[in-house]
């Protein structure tokens, strides 16, 4: 199996030690992306709707370095520090999967990283 750590200048620069993702193969696996702006290296300020779009962005960002698309994703992990922020949450998201959304997991935590109010992780899969 070939692994290959993905990286670009257009989705932030991980806060630890672990890569933006790892290319398996097909699939593709990427660390939780919380809303940070990549030119500035902050959290965005703003409501779950703002956090969500950059959130997104960030994760496009991943996948077209690889050459892939949002359509590629298969499967989606939500961290949201409250859960009644679900339904405006919910809206922005489904803003970036009109059609054949993917499996997701939506789970309340009680923080994140920079004081976000999101985080979400992604497998994707290069069709054959």
Same mark, same amino acid.
Request: no cysteine.
């Given at each position: 199996?070939?692994?290959?750590?993905?990286?670009?200048?257009?989705?932030?620069?991980?806060?630890?030690?672990?890569?933006?993702? %790892? @290319? +398996?193969?097909?699939?593709?696996? *990427?660390?939780?992306?919380?809303? !940070?702006?990549?030119?500035?290296?902050?959290?965005?300020?703003?409501?779950?709707?703002?956090?969500?779009?950059?959130?997104?962005?960030? %994760? @496009? +960002?991943?996948?077209?370095?690889? *050459?892939?698309?949002?359509?590629? !994703?298969?499967?989606?992990?939500?961290?949201?520090?409250?859960?009644?922020?679900?339904?405006?949450?919910?809206?922005?998201?489904?803003?970036?999967?009109?059609?054949?959304?993917?499996?997701?997991?939506?789970?309340?935590?009680?923080?994140?990283?920079?004081?976000?109010?999101?985080?979400?992780?992604?497998?994707?899969?290069?069709?054959?």
């Amino acid at each position: 199996m070939s692994l290959d750590v993905i990286y670009t200048d257009k989705a932030p620069k991980p806060i630890g030690p672990y890569s933006q993702a %790892i @290319k +398996a193969d097909n699939f593709v696996f *990427g660390s939780g992306q919380i809303p !940070i702006d990549p030119k500035t290296g902050e959290i965005i300020k703003g409501d779950i709707r703002q956090q969500t779009r950059q959130v997104m962005e960030n %994760i @496009k +960002a991943i996948l077209e370095a690889v *050459g892939m698309s949002l359509e590629n !994703i298969v499967s989606v992990f939500v961290f949201l520090r409250d859960l009644s922020l679900f339904a405006d949450f919910n809206e922005e998201y489904s803003k970036f999967f009109t059609k054949n959304p993917p499996a997701r997991t939506v789970v309340e935590v009680t923080n994140l990283p920079k004081g976000a109010l999101l985080e979400i992780s992604f497998i994707a899969h290069r069709g054959t």
